[in-house]
């Protein structure tokens, strides 16, 4: 009952702050990807080009496509040690070790009950969060045992994104923003006011909002926006407190300044 009404606070509470993050501006460099999954705290660069994931380290790189599935729709590289590929045309996973050898292929066809993915994520041990369009549900799907360990409510809504850690997920729609935790229990449910996509780390969320970006803390329901100068949103991504923005073919390094 008590997660219940927290929930029900947060909804009805969510205030844009009248406070603002700084940022500072690190570096850009020229880049051109169809996109970018993630950036370690090493500089190493994952990325997509067509069919093609690329993991660019300062001295070494990498490199994996699969010709039978066409192109990545998306790729997440959360675990470094568990990149996660999603073919959707194909309803299959592969998953990579940080060499970008495969190591699992999840041909979600030929799994009983027969699961529609639209959406994938990164989870702990062998599982990783799928949503399911013709159930509407977020699952955590163990890919070793082929089994569901989670399963939350069904969602009213399309789904916008999809972000996770290890404990934590976060279902963007067209209405809510959704908090789950490893058990598919919801935490938090946010009306969405025009959010479009969304990036996580440490617990904390970068949402985008037409372009411009604003800073929601775990378990508060405060927007806080982030002074940026003025630019074409393609993509963005967190790793620590750097902020990562991808425009038109150049790639800016922010420093976020949290107090």
Do not use: C
Not at 222 to 242: D, G, M, R
């Amino acid at each position: 009952m008590k997660r219940f009404l927290y929930g029900i606070f947060i909804t009805s509470s969510l205030v844009f702050s009248q406070e603002r993050i700084t940022t500072e501006i690190k570096g850009t460099i020229p880049f051109n990807a169809d996109q970018i999954s993630h950036i370690d705290n090493f500089g190493a660069l994952f990325y997509t080009v067509g069919n093609t994931f690329y993991k660019k380290e300062p001295n070494q790189n990498y490199n994996y496509s699969n010709v039978q599935l066409g192109s990545i729709s998306s790729a997440n590289a959360f675990n470094p040690l568990k990149i996660i590929l999603f073919y959707k045309n194909f309803n299959t996973v592969i998953i990579l070790d940080n060499r970008l050898s495969e190591i699992y292929k999840i041909d979600f066809n030929n799994i009983q009950p027969y699961k529609n993915l639209t959406h994938i994520s990164t989870g702990s041990d062998n599982t990783i969060w799928i949503f399911n369009q013709d159930t509407q549900q977020l699952e955590l799907f163990d890919y070793k045992t082929n089994k569901t360990r989670a399963t939350t409510m069904p969602v009213e809504s399309k789904v916008l994104d999809l972000k996770s850690n290890y404990n934590y997920s976060w279902l963007l729609t067209e209405k809510f923003l959704y908090t789950y935790n490893y058990f598919g229990s919801t935490i938090s449910k946010i009306k969405n006011d025009g959010f479009s996509h969304i990036a996580e780390y440490n617990g904390n969320l970068i949402i985008q909002r037409d372009q411009r970006l604003y800073f929601l803390a775990k378990d508060t329901p405060q927007l806080i926006p982030i002074h940026l100068p003025a630019l074409l949103i393609k993509q963005f991504l967190v790793t620590n407190e750097s902020l990562y923005i991808y425009t038109d073919e150049t790639l800016h390094q922010f420093q976020l300044k949290i107090r």
